[in-house]
């Protein structure tokens, strides 16, 4: 086959590929940074030219888009934290324990990933709702009988994002757990039974030992889950405050209650902004890292 | 009737029925085959000045077919596409009457639950493409998106509610959807078909009537006295909080007078002080402070857990929850306070391009049957607006523990009814976050 062909051959096997890319990542992404500056006519309201003003706005201390932003960025954070810790611990656990994760266990532990946002908002919201199993443990057990504080919190719709975080914990541990159990296993038993043989415990074998092999999955499951809990919508939506909202939620608010399309669309962008920042860091830290190896 | 009937004959042969522009170029748009006629539209602009701009409350047009006409076309075109949205028993309702209109009449309902924000769009964007053939014939609607779809140009601006013969029924009374929606004029583009009533909803084992306040502004006194029992929905994610704090207003700024059937006027906002500081004031005392619950429905449940002894809602929402056996009927107590809270009438309207417009107006002329206004009542808990149909209900669902009037012709005729006014309630909505949730 002569070298016309094989780039010919080449550029039809990838074509589907970038029309795909085009027509569904880059149009929309590009049709999205033109209405934030008033280049289109896409959503009506949107101003008849250029113009800076939902950057301006945006990053005005006065408004409240920071706020809704340091929000997200907050909660999102403390939900990957929670939500790595509980899958690691858990993966720990059933290796230290040595529990073999029997068929029913294993779906039990894969369940949040087979079910939609929108369903375990509302599931997290019968049980944090003051009349829930979560609300009536809090009521009767923290409240009445341990005498923690003189009132019960709102777990939903509360301006701290308490909802927010255990529903999103409870859709995302499993990642982890899966990303860092597989990880495990991957890596030699005889490095363990060397560290025993030395006089090493266990919390000196999981850090010294796992934790350095797998620092990298680790991260990998952190990544993903911060981006996938930063732009969750159905979440905060059902379970957040009126006030601060979610970055997602305040587009929607924006866009579909106020009908200030320059501020949806402009949020967007740095919201879309923020998140490739993100993946590139990680990309390129695990480049670094292929590099060293 | 033959001079009707030459009119249908012409229109048929090609010259029709038009409403600006872009409908009288629209060839075969309206009415499926029998459009359209260069005739210019009455409301060509929207007229928010109700007080003296000019109306025009037109009998049965002299220039649109005859009833039987409309029936026959109808028939012709077979088929009509209905959207609407709402709770789980606006759904049932919609579903059942779509079913039955098919069963009867044998044009096929094509029924879609969704979103009002979604369809609006759509038909918006339709405007914007100069799509001539939708596939949207009837539509419902509030007052903000009826607003939208009519300054864009998305409305069938035909005055077809004096076309129906059943929306003659309909009360001449302008709060009540026939002349105006949210204070948006209608031009008689706009069918009212349910009439929600907003409440003061209380825990009747733990109170009585006379220990709930008696005047609209009355929960901040009551709240002081019972901190932690009173809350209302976010005015951003459910009608029941923006339709009280749109009476508020009337009360606590000016009274109706100055807002009713006036344009909107920014100025008008400036002592809106006494709203904020009212409301923030309120805050400190409601369940939970500083949360608002996300809805109608979240009200009502925690209402009904006991979470809460009085709040705001509609007749509808606690109707669904008695219906459902989640809501003790003996403890729920509704009453309408004084000088009212607003009961909008939410309807539909026929979009610009609907392809089937003959069926849509037999479509809508069978939704403001006293049938299926009985239905209004019986399945969703709210008002009917053909008061007839009140009439023709049963004892059990006139005297049902949601209905806080129970003799509605003599509250539609004398009582004190209130509409909400779309552009400041609106702008109360928009500023709500700013001045309530966001302060500390």
């Known amino acids: 086959m002569s070298a016309r062909r094989e780039r010919l051959a080449f550029v039809l096997l990838v074509l589907p590929l970038v029309v795909f890319l085009l027509f569904m990542v880059m149009v929309p992404f590009v049709i999205a940074v033109l209405s934030s500056v008033g280049l289109t006519q896409v959503a009506p309201g949107l101003p008849d030219g250029f113009t800076l003003r939902g950057y301006r706005d945006f990053f005005d201390p006065e408004k409240p888009n920071l706020q809704a932003l340091w929000f997200t960025i907050k909660i999102t954070f403390l939900s990957t934290v929670l939500a790595t810790v509980l899958g690691y611990g858990l993966v720990l656990f059933v290796k230290f324990r040595r529990i073999g994760l029997g068929q029913t266990l294993s779906l039990l532990v894969k369940l949040p990933l087979f079910t939609p946002y929108l369903v375990t908002a509302f599931m997290w919201w019968a049980l944090l709702f003051p009349r829930g199993y979560i609300g009536i443990f809090v009521q009767k057990v923290l409240i009445e009988y341990f005498r923690l504080a003189e009132e019960a919190p709102a777990l939903i719709s509360d301006p701290y994002g308490i909802g927010i975080v255990a529903c999103s914990v409870w859709m995302r541990f499993p990642v982890v757990f899966l990303i860092m159990q597989s990880l495990m296993e991957m890596v030699n038993p005889s490095y363990e039974e060397a560290a025993r043989n030395l006089g090493a415990r266990t919390p000196t074998i999981i850090r010294r030992v796992y934790f350095p092999l797998t620092i990298y999955g680790l991260l990998s499951s952190v990544t993903l889950n911060f981006l996938a809990l930063f732009i969750a919508f159905s979440i905060p939506f059902i379970l957040g405050a009126s006030w601060p909202q979610f970055l997602s939620v305040f587009i929607y608010v924006n866009a579909k209650d106020k009908g200030d399309w320059l501020m949806g669309y402009t949020t967007s962008v740095i919201y879309i902004a923020i998140s490739l920042v993100i993946s590139y860091v990680y990309t390129r830290s695990l480049a670094r890292r292929t590099a060293h190896v | ?440």
Not at chain 2, 90 to 110: D, L, Y
Request: glycine fraction near 8%; hydrophobic fraction near 35%; charge should be neutral.
């Open chain 2, 1 to 440: 009737m033959a001079e009707k009937k030459g009119l249908l004959d012409r229109i048929m042969e090609g010259d029709g029925i038009g409403r600006r522009g872009f409908l009288a170029g629209a060839g075969a748009a309206a009415l499926g085959g029998l459009s359209p006629v260069a005739r210019e539209a009455h409301a060509a602009k929207l007229n928010d000045d109700l007080t003296t701009g000019p109306q025009s409350p037109a009998p049965y047009p002299s220039w649109f077919p005859s009833w039987e006409d409309i029936e026959k076309a109808a028939k012709k075109e077979g088929r009509v596409g209905v959207t609407a949205w709402g709770s789980p028993s606006a759904q049932t309702h919609f579903n059942r009457v779509c079913q039955e209109f098919t069963r009867k009449t044998g044009i096929t309902a094509q029924y879609t639950h969704g979103d009002w924000f979604a369809a609006q769009q759509k038909i918006l964007g339709e405007v914007k493409a100069k799509k001539m053939a939708g596939d949207i014939d009837c539509i419902f609607l509030w007052g903000q998106p009826f607003a939208n779809l009519l300054e864009g140009g998305g409305v069938w601006e035909v005055p077809f509610l004096d076309v129906l013969p059943n929306a003659r029924k309909i009360p001449y009374r302008a709060e009540l959807g026939r002349f105006v929606h949210d204070m948006v004029p209608t031009y008689g583009a706009y069918v009212p078909h349910v009439n929600w009533q907003d409440c003061f909803v209380y825990n009747k084992k733990k109170y009585k009537r006379s220990d709930m306040p008696e005047t609209v502004d009355g929960a901040l006194d009551w709240a002081k006295k019972h901190p932690g029992e009173f809350t209302y929905c976010d005015p951003n994610k459910g009608g029941s909080g923006h339709t009280w704090i749109m009476q508020l207003i009337y009360s606590l700024t000016g009274g109706y007078e100055k807002y009713a059937f006036k344009p909107f006027k920014i100025e008008e906002t400036k002592n809106w002080t006494v709203l904020w500081t009212y409301l923030n004031d309120l805050k400190k005392y409601m369940y939970k402070p500083g949360t608002f619950p996300q809805g109608n429905k979240q009200v009502s449940q925690l209402f009904c857990a006991g979470e809460i002894t009085f709040t705001v809602n509609w007749n509808s929402i606690m109707s669904e929850e008695i219906n459902a056996g989640a809501c003790d009927p003996a403890i729920l107590g509704m009453y309408v306070p004084k000088p009212s809270i607003c009961s909008p009438s939410d309807g539909f309207t026929i979009p610009f391009n609907a392809p089937y417009k003959a069926a849509a107006l037999v479509f809508l002329n069978y939704l403001t049957s006293i049938e299926v206004q009985k239905q209004v009542a019986e399945t969703m808990g709210s008002y009917p607006v053909v008061t007839e149909a009140w009439d023709a209900l049963s004892d059990k669902d006139k005297n049902a523990p949601y209905q806080p009037e129970r003799n509605l012709r003599q509250w539609r005729d004398l009582g004190t009814i209130y509409a909400r006014h779309g552009k400041y309630m609106f702008h109360m909505m928009t500023e709500w976050i700013d001045r309530v949730a966001r302060k500390a």
